[in-house]
Nanobody
Framework: VQLVESGGALVQPGGSLRLSCAAS????????MSWYRQAPGQERELVAA????????NYADSVKGRFTISRDNAANTVYLQMNSLKPEDTAVYYC?????????WGQGTQVTVSS
């Protein structure tokens, strides 16, 4: 099983980034997918989630209206579009796949928001 995140970078406040998570070696279209993040000294927190068919999404209050999660089941990829980035969005962002009892994590990608 592989979840490979990409797209993390250093960006100025107010900027945008698009994270991607490419999945392989499991049936991606049957898994709910999420993005989590972990800032230094903080617990890992859920940022956004999407159901296996893409029909339902939910977001942390701190990112509502700024972030959008989406998926392409034909491409085995989940995305996180992040707009109006703030310094407090700085964290390592992790891709997460869930179909109980199985859970998979990616290795993370660093997002730094700073001027």
């Amino acid at each position: 099983v592989q979840l490979v995140e990409s797209g993390g970078a250093l960006v100025q406040p107010g900027g945008s980034l698009r994270l991607s998570c490419a999945a392989s070696r499991f049936t991606f279209s049957t898994y709910d997918m999420s993005w989590y993040r972990q800032a230094p000294g903080q617990e890992r927190e859920l940022v956004a989630a999407i159901t296996s068919d893409g029909g339902s999404t939910n977001y942390a209050d701190s990112v509502k209206g700024r972030f959008t999660i989406s998926r392409d089941n034909a491409a085995n990829t989940v995305y996180l579009q992040m707009n109006s980035l703030k310094p407090e969005d700085t964290a390592v962002y992790y891709c997460h796949a869930r179909r109980p009892p199985r859970v998979y994590w990616g290795q993370g990608t660093q997002v730094t928001v700073s001027s």
